[in-house]
Antibody
Framework: EVDLVESGGGLVQPGRSLRLSCTASGLTFEDYALSWFRQAPGKGLEWVGFIRSKAYGAGEAIQYAASVQGRVTISRDDSKSTAYLQMNSLKTEDTAVYYC?????????????WGQGALVTVSS | DIVVTQSPDSLAVSLGERATINCKSSQSVLLRSSSKNYLAWYQQKPGQPPKLLIYWASTRESGVPDRFSGSGSGTDFTLTISTLQAEDVAVYYCQQYYLAPLTFGGGTKVEIK
């Protein structure tokens, strides 16, 4: 069974940075694309970005939503079965539960496994 | 960006009755070379992450009860719950994965009448 566990959430002041981690088990981590989504309180689902597997190659391997482009970096460490979401210059509107997900494969982004989510609250 | 619109926003259905949720994309999500529609459906219960129900518009994920079915092609899609059970109370989302940015509909809340 695939298990994805997010960590690193919490309360952070506007303008500060935060890094979320997503540690996976029950899968060959290096074979899969990982995506981050978020859900503001009482709202719908928003894609943040994804990182494809190294087998995909360099072109368009990492993509971000326009709403976070330039403030967010997604990376992965296959040796640790962990993906990261580095968020900088946080705004109050970044307050949300952040989910790590596994995609069908590098090309087909249905999300068949989701973590339980990490709550990020941006407030002074 | 592909805009995905769901209707209705909410619906109340009696136990054992049919529930139908509609999803419309602003452009076709059908890849003609493969005849596949790049659309998925999810169920989200309170306090839980979403759960994948359907992908390729009509392929049921392993373990999903067969009362859930997806249909449609191009820009218009439907999720049908054939006989509503109490445990089906949730918010349902459709999502297109034809193009980045990946986008979701606004969700449909299903309740018991």
């Amino acid at each position: 069974e695939v298990d994805l566990v997010e960590s690193g959430g919490g309360l952070v002041q506007p303008g500060r940075s935060l890094r979320l981690s997503c540690t996976a088990s029950g899968l060959t981590f290096e074979d899969y694309a990982l995506s981050w989504f978020r859900q503001a309180p009482g709202k719908g689902l928003e894609w943040v970005g994804f990182i494809r597997s190294k087998a995909y190659g360099a072109g368009e391997a990492i993509q971000y939503a326009a709403s976070v482009q330039g403030r967010v970096t997604i990376s992965r460490d296959d040796s640790k079965s962990t993906a990261y979401l580095q968020m900088n210059s946080l705004k109050t509107e970044d307050t949300a539960v952040y989910y790590c997900t596994r995609s069908g494969d590098d090309y087909n982004f249905w999300l068949d496994s989701w973590g339980q989510g990490a709550l990020v609250t941006v407030s002074s | 960006d592909i805009v995905v619109t769901q209707s209705p926003d909410s619906l109340a259905v009696s136990l054992g009755e049919r529930a139908t949720i509609n999803c419309k994309s602003s452009q076709s999500v059908l890849l003609r070379s493969s005849s596949k529609n790049y659309l998925a459906w999810y169920q989200q219960k309170p306090g839980q992450p979403p759960k994948l129900l359907i992908y390729w518009a009509s392929t049921r994920e392993s373990g999903v009860p067969d009362r859930f079915s997806g249909s449609g092609s191009g820009t218009d899609f439907t999720l049908t719950i054939s006989t509503l059970q109490a445990e089906d109370v949730a918010v349902y989302y459709c999502q297109q994965y034809y193009l980045a940015p990946l986008t979701f509909g606004g969700g449909t809340k299903v309740e018991i009448k």
